[in-house]
């Protein structure tokens, strides 16, 4: 049976999804779609795959599930969940300047700033706060690490464990333009100390107070961005004396302003773009 699925390729700093109205269209197996359409030769090309669906309880607006291009479920993506913002927004689905979206690490809170031509230019996500001991993400006596190294596969980084939702292993270098980021990044990935894998971030201060980072996200490998990376790496600079409450954190894609607040919650913003609407025929 043939099935004609609207989808839009959307990016937040280069972090760049295959968006899909799930209330519209039924995926049988998102997995196996991230894993066809997120290949970059033979499909769309992308980061991974966003559903997206009206919200089934009260205390959210919409839902989202996202896949990373391996076909493995995500919790959250600070990247994704901007341009999840602007899908709704744009499209009329909400006519509210603040969203709230259920994903699988909890309800974050969008305030979207509209360009002059009234769409969505980019938004702030309220992410919550950071965990820095989450025993079922790190096997360490305390379910925390904080400057001490990992091993694995003959590669070895100190680093500092933070969660903001999902897994991160931000360790600090002097210049993270000579880090092997796809070799290092796949070995600390997979070290035995991240049960569930850990999104690896390689980090450096820059002379005028700039963070630059380069990531290793697991399920998706080298991407140009990371929202919650960017959060964990912000998180970081400051737990360790390297930065204060106000960061910007440059990527390959782009950069995001990151704001950590009296109340202890983590505020990312950055840009969301559409890049292009197309229809898959899928069998």
Same mark, same amino acid.
């Given at each position: 049976?043939?099935q004609n699925?609207?989808?839009?390729?959307?990016?937040?700093?280069g972090n760049d999804?295959?968006?899909?109205d799930a =209330?519209r269209f039924h995926i049988d197996?998102?997995?196996a779609l %991230?894993r066809?359409?997120s290949?970059?030769?033979k499909g769309?090309?992308?980061d991974?795959?966003?559903l997206i669906?009206?919200?089934?309880t =009260?205390d %959210?607006?919409f839902?989202m599930?996202?896949?990373n291009?391996?076909g493995?479920?995500?919790r959250?993506c600070g990247?994704g969940?901007?341009?999840v913002?602007?899908?709704?927004?744009?499209?009329?689905?909400t006519?509210e300047?603040t /969203?709230?979206?259920k994903?699988?690490?909890g309800i974050k809170?969008?305030h979207?700033?509209?360009?002059?031509d009234?769409?969505?230019e980019s938004?702030? !996500?309220?992410?919550g706060?950071?965990?820095f001991s989450v025993?079922?993400?790190i =096997?360490?006596p305390?379910?925390?690490?904080r400057e001490?190294?990992v091993?694995?596969w #003959?590669?070895?980084?100190?680093?500092t464990? /933070?969660?903001m $939702?999902n897994?991160?292993?931000?360790?600090?270098v002097q210049?993270?333009?000579?880090?092997d !980021?796809?070799?290092? #990044?796949y *070995?600390?990935?997979? %070290?035995?100390?991240?049960?569930?894998?850990?999104n690896i971030?390689?980090? =450096? !201060?820059?002379?005028?107070?700039t963070i630059?980072m380069r990531?290793w996200?697991?399920?998706s490998?080298?991407t140009? *961005?990371?929202?919650?990376?960017?959060?964990?790496?912000?998180?970081?600079a400051?737990?360790?004396?390297?930065a #204060?409450?106000?960061q910007?954190? /440059?990527?390959?894609? $782009?950069?995001?302003? !990151?704001?950590?607040r009296d109340n202890?919650? /983590?505020y990312?913003?950055g840009? *969301?773009?559409?890049v292009f609407?197309?229809t898959?025929?899928l069998?």
């Open positions: 049976m043939l699925i609207e989808f839009t390729k959307m990016h937040g700093a999804y295959i968006y899909i =209330s197996d998102p997995e %991230a066809k359409l290949d970059r030769h769309i090309g992308g991974g795959l966003i669906s009206p919200s089934e =009260s %959210a607006d839902s599930r996202m896949f291009n391996d493995s479920e995500g959250m990247n969940v901007r341009c913002a602007k899908y709704v927004y744009d499209r009329g689905m006519k300047t /969203v709230r979206l994903t699988l690490s809170v969008l979207l700033h509209l360009g002059e009234g769409l969505v938004v702030t !996500v309220d992410m706060e950071a965990e025993p079922s993400l =096997s360490t305390d379910g925390s690490l001490s190294d091993q694995h #003959g590669i070895c980084r100190r680093g464990f /933070v969660s $939702g897994p991160h292993f931000v360790c600090f210049d993270v333009e000579l880090i !980021v796809e070799h290092e #990044g *070995a600390l990935e997979t %070290a035995p100390i991240f049960p569930e894998r850990c971030e390689f980090v =450096s !201060v820059n002379p005028d107070g630059r990531v996200e697991r399920g490998g080298i140009l *961005a990371c929202g919650t990376g960017a959060c964990a790496a912000a998180v970081a400051k737990l360790t004396g390297r #204060g409450d106000k910007e954190i /440059v990527m390959d894609g $782009g950069t995001l302003q !990151v704001e950590l202890g919650h /983590v990312l913003t840009p *969301a773009v559409t609407d197309g898959l025929l069998r």
